[in-house]
């Protein structure tokens, strides 16, 4: 079973993906913050991370950055959930080694689904 | 003759010779007196006669000339024709003075004109007593006149004088009071004459530039040019033909708005005044503003996606069975909330306008495809409206250097503006076409119009149409304004024509690079 770690501070959008994803059969953890995020990637080596950008304490280019020099993190794929869909925050994102993003706005959950299908497979 | 008396023989001839004397003594009398009678005729200046009382007795050509009157006319009459009033003051001073000499006196002539003259007297006497007085006038009013003009002329140059003098004042004043409103003034002002040299700078320009008058007064653009806190601004300078409200940020805290104009005296340009007004505090707010709109719709986001999100799992049934009538609420939720989605997009759009965050990443497109995508996102709707849509394609294609997201956006504000103001059965022509070297875009629909009165505030922010408001509540009033933003970003223009209750049209075009290149062959 693929393991996926969603970090996002917005509780409604957490516990949606979290039920929507393990509906379709995934294992989920949370975290509700950058620190928590990496503490949680460490212990629990998920496939993929779905990654907020704006958070308290350490956000989603921190995360990334960290991501980087961390040997055992930095293969992890990350999908960016973004606020605002601005080109040049998009292109941070893939700067630092994003799969790909989705904007919270324009995107369906199922759509979320489809694009983690398409990194890691069910 | 004692000599002879002796000589009776002589008396006859003595006789003879007496009588002959008095015959010569006559003929010289009658000569003098014919002298004196012509002399008295001859001479220009009027001289008559007068009996001791006043009474004229005799009175020269000259006399007859000035007074308009005949010798005979004159002869017998009293002075008072000549003199009025003055008349016994004249003879009264005769009778006292043995000579009058050049006293003034008013003469008036047969029509009773006035002539100023210039009176001279002599008694005539006869063995002690007077008999008569010969009297001379002098004309003064030709010598008058010119006194009088000398007087005027004088006059007028003293007035000319203190005029002048009045002027200096004056323009000392003006100059005065000029320099007093530059010193004081809350603007910064340079003053550069034709030469572009800085002839005057103010002290408010010298706290913006925390320099003194004399370290750059008289210098040329050249010279200011290294001095280092000026460097901004005269680098503004050298590179724009003209400055209006350019914004210079000299440092932190202090934002200045550049405008120059011209200096003219009498239509010609003597020189260029630059005017910095401190924008810092407008600025700042301007940027809160953004700031906080910003923010603001950021923060309406994060909850407007946990509805959405919320709402699309209900529907698709991943929170469980719901009823058909549940479902057909939450649909309509869904769609409300799609909609405060796009105003807020709207709003962030924008702020980023604003803050002049709003990239544009151009690349090559068919422009005719690109239309085509956004009217098919309206397929539905121009059904249900049962809207006479109709497309009018290129006669070639056209490909234009746009942001593919920005284009979109600016075209389906557009298209949509046309369905949302058209009535069902209403239509709606989009059409696009070359016109020399630009694209043309056009929307026409048969719409509501709009109100004549309010056309010129319709790219404004939160413009709508009074009309529209009253038909649909729908609409953020910042469509039109982002979609101007878009197009001229691309350096494109765009307009409209519009009348109420007939219908509008917009119109944009995008310059076109192959044949912009196309024409610059032909030369």
């Known amino acids: 079973m693929k393991k996926i770690l969603i970090v996002e501070d917005e509780e409604i959008l957490l516990h949606l993906l979290q039920k929507k994803l393990s509906q379709e059969g995934y294992q989920v953890g949370i975290a509700r913050d950058g620190l928590e995020g990496l503490q949680k990637m460490r212990e629990e080596k ?24 961390d040997k055992e993190l930095k293969d992890i794929c990350v999908i960016v959930i973004s606020n605002s869909g601005q080109p040049v925050e998009l292109d941070q994102a893939q700067r630092l080694g994003a799969k790909d993003w989705l904007i919270k706005t324009e995107f369906d959950p199922q759509e979320v689904i489809e694009k983690v299908k398409k990194q890691i497979g069910k | 003759m004692f000599l002879s008396a002796g000589k009776t023989s002589s008396v006859p001839s003595k006789m003879a010779i007496a009588t002959k004397k008095i015959k010569e003594l006559l003929e010289d009398l009658a000569y003098l007196e014919s002298y004196a009678q012509d002399l008295f005729s ?20 000259a006399t007859e000339k000035i007074s308009g009157l005949k010798s005979y006319e004159l002869v017998g009459e009293s002075i008072e024709i000549f003199f009025g009033k003055k008349t016994q003051e004249i003879l009264d001073l005769l009778k006292k003075e043995k000579l009058i000499e050049a006293k003034e006196y008013t003469f008036f002539d047969k029509k009773k004109r006035p002539i100023p003259v210039s009176l001279f007297a002599q008694p005539r006497k006869r063995e002690r007593e007077t008999v008569g007085y010969f009297v001379g006038i002098y004309d003064l009013s030709q010598i008058k006149k010119v006194e009088e003009e000398l007087k005027k002329a004088q006059l007028a140059l003293l007035n000319m004088l203190e005029d002048t003098e009045q002027a200096r004042k004056r323009a000392e004043e003006e100059k005065e009071k000029t320099l007093a409103i530059i010193s004081n003034f809350s603007d910064g002002l340079l003053f550069f004459d034709q030469q572009k040299r800085l002839i005057l700078i103010n002290p408010q320009a010298q706290k913006f530039f925390d320099l003194s008058a004399r370290e750059v007064e008289g210098k040329s653009l050249e010279q200011l040019l290294k001095i280092e806190k000026l460097k901004p601004l005269i680098e503004l300078l050298k590179k724009e033909e003209e400055v209006y409200r350019q914004e210079l940020t000299l440092r932190e805290n202090l934002i200045l708005e550049a405008t120059s104009l011209p200096i003219l005296r ?52 991943d929170l469980g069975e719901i009823t058909e009538e549940q479902r057909e609420f939450l649909a309509k939720t869904y769609k409300s909330n799609e909609r405060m989605i796009i105003l807020i997009n709207d709003l962030l759009n924008v702020t980023r ?59 389906q504000n557009l298209i949509d503006n046309a369905l949302r103001y058209t009535l069902p059965g209403g239509k709606v022509t989009v059409e696009i076409k070359c016109a020399k070297m630009e694209l043309e875009f056009s929307v026409k629909d048969s719409g509501v119009g709009i109100p004549q009165d309010q056309q010129d505030r319709v ?59 196309e024409f610059l062959r032909k030369f």
Do not use: C
Not at chain 1, 46 to 69: A, N, Q, S, T
Not at chain 2, 43 to 49: A, N, S, V
Not at chain 2, 354 to 367: A, D, S, T
């Open chain 1, 46 to 69: 998920p496939d993929l991370v779905l990654l907020d950008i704006v958070m308290p304490r350490m956000g989603g280019f921190e995360v990334m950055e960290e991501m980087r020099k």
């Open chain 2, 266 to 317: 009498e239509r010609k340009k003597i020189g260029e005044l630059l005017i910095l007004h401190d924008v810092t505090r407008e600025k700042r707010i301007e940027r809160m503003k953004t700031e906080f709109v910003s923010i603001a719709a950021h923060q309406l986001r994060t909850p407007l996606s946990a509805i959405k999100w919320t709402l699309r799992m209900f529907l698709d049934g």
């Open chain 2, 459 to 517: 790219f404004t922010k939160f413009f709508r149409g009074a009309n529209v408001i009253r038909m649909e509540t729908e609409g953020s009033g910042l469509g039109l304004f982002i979609t101007k933003n878009i197009i001229e970003a691309h350096r494109g223009r765009i307009w409209f024509k519009s009348k109420e209750n007939v219908g509008s049209t917009f119109y944009f075009t995008l310059p076109l690079k192959e044949e912009f290149e």
């Open chain 2, 353 to 411: 306008i604003e803050e002049g965050r709003y990239l544009y990443r151009p690349v090559f497109v068919n422009f005719l495809d690109l239309v085509q995508s956004v009217i098919n996102l309206f397929k539905e709707e121009i059904k249900n409206k049962k809207i006479q849509f109709k497309l009018i394609k290129p006669k070639k294609i056209l490909r234009v250097k746009v942001d593919q997201e920005k284009m979109r956006v600016a075209i």
């Open chain 2, 42 to 61: 001859f001479l220009p200046l009027p001289i008559f006669y007068l009996s001791p009382r006043g009474v004229i007795l005799e009175a020269n050509p």
